[in-house]
C-alpha cells in the first residue's frame, strides 16, 4: 500500500500554483492533445475487451446504467430549485452535470485499481460513454420543456459529435476491431505512457480547479455542500446498480465512481448551446471546484471502501 | 490606387458558439470573416482560453454598412443577453470592392 498515489501530487502541485497564481499553465495545444491521449487510450482498452463480452449481458447493463443516467439528475433538480433555491436553468444544468460522467474521474480510478491490483470488469468505458448522453437530454429538457423550438439537430450535433464521444466511441471501435494484439505497436504510446499523461493532465486540472475557487466563495455553502452530497448519494446508487448487475466489486466501485463523478467537458459545451440562460460558471465551479477534487483525493478509496462493505453485507 | 470605404466589424465572444456563428453570418450574407483565438478579462470574469471552455474568439468580418448592421442587430438580440459577447465597427478602405 502506497500513501499518495503520485499522479494525485501532481494534481496537488498544480492546484497550489493555481491558488498562489503562479504563471505556471499548459499550453492549450499540449493540454488538447493530452486529453485526446487520454480518451483515446481508454477507449481502446474498452474496445478490446468489448469483444470478449456476450452481447446480451452488455446490453442489459447499458440499459441499466443509461436508466441511472436519466435518473440522477431527476434527484438533482429537485434538491437545486428548492434547497439551493437556484433558477430554473441553472437547476438544470448543474443536475446534468451530476447525471453524467468525468473522464478524467475515471481514468485516477483506474491508476488507483491498477496500484493496488484490483480488477475490473474492462469493457466499463462502453458504459462511460453509454452514461455520458442521457443525463444531457434530460437537463435539457428539465431546463426548457418539450417545447417546439428546440434546435434539435444543432443539439443531437454537439451531444453526440462532441470531441469526448468522437474519441472514447472511436477508441473503442478501433480497439474492437483490432483486437489486442493489433494494438501491440501502439501500446508505448496510448498504454505505457498513460501514468505519465494522466500526471501532465491533472497539473493542469490542478490549475483550472483552483481558477473556479474564486467562483465558488461568491456563490456560497449550498453549492459545496451539494458538490459533497450529491456524489456520495449517487455513489450509493451506482453501488447498488453495481451490485444488481452482478458486476465484480472492482465492477461495481468504478460504477460507483463513474455515478459519483460530474461532468466538466461535454456537459458544459452542450448546455452552452442549448440552455444559453445557465450560467456556466456556476455549475463549472461545483463540478470541477468542488466534486472533482472531493472525488480523486477523497471519494474513490471512500467509494471502494463502502463497496466493500456493501458486498460483504450483502454477500457478493 | 483606388479604394472603397468598407465596414471592418469586430466581434469578441465564447469559443463555444463558433460554429452556430458561422451558420448565422453564412445566412445574413457576409462573404468571408477570419477568426483568430482570444483570452481577455470583461464582465464575465478572466477568459483565459486555459481549456476549451474559457476559450474565446475574435471574428473579423468586412463588409458594407448594411450588412454589418444586419449582422450587429442579430447578434445584439440573440446573443447579448446570455453569452459573454462584445462587437465594434470600424471604417476601413479595401482594394478589392467587389470582394466585400
Redesign the interface.
Known sequence: MNAVDPVLLFFLLGLAAGLLRSELRLPAAVYELVSMLLLLSIGLKGGIELGKQPVGNVALQALAVMVMGAVLPLVAFPVLRLVGRLRRADAASIAAHYGSVSVATYAVATAYFASRQIAFEAHMPFLLVVLEIPAILVGILLARGFSRDMPVGTVAHEVLLGKGIVLLVGGLLIGWAAGADGLTPMAPLFFDLFKGILALFLLEMGLITAAQFGSLRQHGVFLVLFGIGMPLFSSVVGILVGYGLGLSLGGTTMLAVLAASASYIAVPAAMRISVPQANPTLSLAVSLGVTFPFNVLVGIPLYHAMTTTAFAVLGG | MTSANRKLLTIIT?A?LES?LAKDLQRLGVQGYTIT?ARGRGS???R????????NIRVEIVCDASTAGAVAAHLQTR?YE??AMILFVADVAVLRSEKF
Open positions: 465564447e463555444a452556430v483565438d464575465r470574469g478572466a483565459t482560453a486555459a481549456w476549451s471552455e474559457s476559450s446573443y446570455d453569452y
